[in-house]
């Protein structure tokens, strides 16, 4: 086995690899078809447990840009309460919001903050206070990171199917090509 590094043209930019296209005039590849089939198979499995990776990890970001973008909404309508606070006699605003998937809770919260700050999670149990402006660049920065983790992710999605319709191909050559030489063989032994 080599221990080389692979060429850059043969990974993508996030290092995984293009699966190799099987010649069938290579005898190092037709000698053991059986070695062949099973390293076929054995690459198109880890393909498709990087797929199955790229796909969750997909969804997860997803659906964290969607929370960052209904946070962008609640800020916006929060500073637009502010602005319009001549027009409303009722203090408090009746709200519902989602506490967990399904789980919602209502919320009685002022139409005018005295203090124009909102508290955002930053992961790890840590709970800050931002103005609206400072929480609308973070989570705005935030989205823009995500997004193009979206994009890199759905990149490598193609990637990986590209590779793994590649790797059944070349499983469907040798096989074929391992039905045609037992037929080959089995014509030589019925012509003796």
């Known amino acids: 086995m080599s221990t080389a590094k692979p060429d850059l043209k043969d ?6 690899p293009k699966a190799l296209f099987i010649d069938l005039n290579d ?26 990776s790229k796909d969750q990890q997909l969804k997860t970001i997803t659906d964290i840009t969607k929370d ?22 009722e203090e408090f605003q009746d709200i519902q919001y989602e506490l967990e998937d399904g789980l919602f809770a ?7 903050s005295e203090t124009n700050t909102v508290s955002l999670w930053l992961g790890s149990g840590i709970l800050m206070e931002f103005t609206y402006g400072e929480a609308l660049q973070i989570l705005n920065e935030k989205s823009d990171v995500y997004t193009n ?9 193609e990637f990986l199917r590209e590779q793994i ?13 391992s039905v045609l030489q037992k037929r080959k063989l089995e014509q030589k032994q019925g012509v003796k």
Do not use: C, H
């Open 11 to 16: 990974v993508n930019p996030r290092g995984i």
């Open 27 to 52: 005898p190092k590849i037709t000698s053991n078809l059986e070695l062949t089939v099973a390293n076929v198979q054995q690459n198109l499995q880890k393909y498709e447990y990087m797929l199955k």
């Open 68 to 89: 960052i973008k209904t946070n962008i909404k609640v800020i916006d309508t929060l500073i637009a309460q502010n602005n319009d606070s001549d027009d409303e006699d």
């Open 149 to 157: 983790k979206i994009n890199e992710i759905i990149e490598d999605v």
């Open 165 to 177: 319709t590649t790797l059944q191909v070349n499983l469907s050559k040798v096989y074929n090509y």
């Open 106 to 112: 209502f919320a009685s919260i002022p139409t005018k």
